[in-house]
Each structure stands twice: as structure tokens, then as C-alpha cells.
């Protein structure tokens, strides 16, 4: 079901299957469907998605936003309680 809140759905499921968080990828989404997916783009970041990370930096990462329950997780389940923040 489409969230009313998203303007650019297309872009904001691509950035969540990517690893961004509902906040930024929402954020991102808004932001390509008033300024232009090119202009966004050009403004975008350096980071790899989750899934090109290890898991050791996964599990730093996990630790720097204060997530807990991560340590024993699978790489698909860290990276998915990553996505879900």
C-alpha cells in the first residue's frame, strides 16, 4: 500500500533494498520527486549498501546507532535490523 507521506516511491524502495533507513530513504524519496532524481543524485553519498559490507563492520554499525541483539545474527538478519533501525 502506498504511504501518501512518499513521493517518490520507485526511489524509496530502492534506497530500503539498499540499506537506508525508512527516515533517509523517505527523506531522499521527497526529495527526488521535488528537485529531480539527477539533481538528488548528484548531492548522494559514498557509501556501499549493507550487503557489500562485512560483518564485522555491520556489527560496528549496529553498535554505533545502539542497536541491540545483533552479535549472533546471520549477515541477511543484521543487515535487515539495520534497515528496520
Known amino acids: 500500500m502506498p504511504n501518501p507521506q512518499i513521493k517518490d516511491e520507485e526511489v524509496y524502495e530502492a534506497l530500503r533494498r539498499d ?6 530513504a ?6 527526488s520527486a521535488r528537485d529531480g532524481r539527477s539533481a538528488v543524485g548528484k548531492r548522494g553519498g559514498e557509501a556501499e ?3 557489500e559490507w562485512t560483518v564485522p563492520e555491520l556489527r560496528k554499525r549496529a553498535k554505533e ?7 549472533k545474527l ?3 538478519d543484521l543487515i535487515a ?4 533501525g
Open 19 to 24: 540499506g537506508a533507513s525508512k527516515q533517509k
Open 26 to 31: 523517505a527523506r531522499i524519496a521527497n526529495a
Open 49 to 51: 549498501p549493507y550487503d
Open 65 to 71: 546507532l545502539g542497536l541491540t541483539g545483533y552479535s
Open 74 to 76: 546471520r549477515k541477511r
Open 81 to 84: 535490523k539495520l534497515r528496520d
